[in-house]
């Protein structure tokens, strides 16, 4: 079983909708969770970093952590065609640095 | 602050040869972490450097190694090439205490012929 589980996708919704992205993981020892964004041919960009449970805000995209279930969440409200993208999900595992990530879901945007 | 760098950004070598990455962390970050990319495993972590130490490494072979200097630069070698080395290989930069952000730079390409 992998430590983070992610649905692939691909993801294809219109201009404007409400995006829903998820992942699962395994063990209730990782405490920071992390949302990166990837544009093709480029390196994953942070876009949310919250630690333990409960909800982050930032701009149009918000983080859920429900730590009881294992269960991660980034919504996108008002989605625009840039933010077509693979979204990673991550955790930070018991080591101080090393990263687990998601398999990644492609998301595409339509306008 | 200007973001971290990686050269070169595209490299193509032969089976059997080695080659050597650099990456610049972020000013004040001390942490570089290593990963590989690739379209069937992902992200997978390869190690991480702290002040010139290797603090933690992941499940890759030994001909997978690394170092970082005092500056925090860091770079990492692949010896004898094999076709499946060719991935993105990604640094990740960090102040580097426990649940620091990490932010990664373009990454290398590299392909193996």
């Known amino acids: 079983q992998k430590e983070v589980e992610q649905d692939p996708g691909p993801l294809s919704v219109p201009e404007g909708a409400i995006v829903s992205l998820n992942c699962t993981y395994s063990?209730?020892?990782?405490?920071?969770f992390m949302w990166y964004r990837q544009y093709s041919r480029k390196g994953p960009e942070l876009l949310m970093y919250?630690?333990?449970?409960g909800n982050k805000e930032d701009g149009r995209f918000t983080a859920q952590v429900d730590k009881s279930s294992k269960y991660i969440s980034l919504f996108i409200r008002d989605s625009q065609p840039s933010d077509s993208a693979t979204y990673l999900c991550a955790v930070l595992g018991s080591s101080a640095s090393k990263i687990i990530f998601g398999s990644g879901t492609r998301l595409s945007i339509r306008p | 602050k200007a973001g971290v760098t990686q050269t070169p950004r595209y490299l193509i070598k032969t089976r059997g040869q080695q080659v050597t990455l650099s990456c610049s962390p972020i000013s004040g970050h001390r942490s570089v972490s290593w990963y590989q990319q690739t379209p069937g495993q992902g992200l997978q972590f390869l190690f991480e450097?702290?002040?010139?130490?290797?603090?933690n490494k992941g499940n890759f072979p030994g001909r997978f190694s690394g170092r970082q200097f005092s500056n925090s630069r860091s770079e990492m070698n692949v010896s004898t090439l094999e076709l499946g080395d060719s991935a993105l290989y990604l640094c990740a930069s960090s102040p580097g205490t426990r649940g620091n952000e990490q932010f990664f730079g373009p990454g290398t390409r590299l392909t193996v012929l």
């Open positions: 450097y702290f002040s010139e130490t290797q603090r």
């Open positions: 063990n209730s020892a990782f405490q920071y």
């Open positions: 919250t630690y333990s449970s």
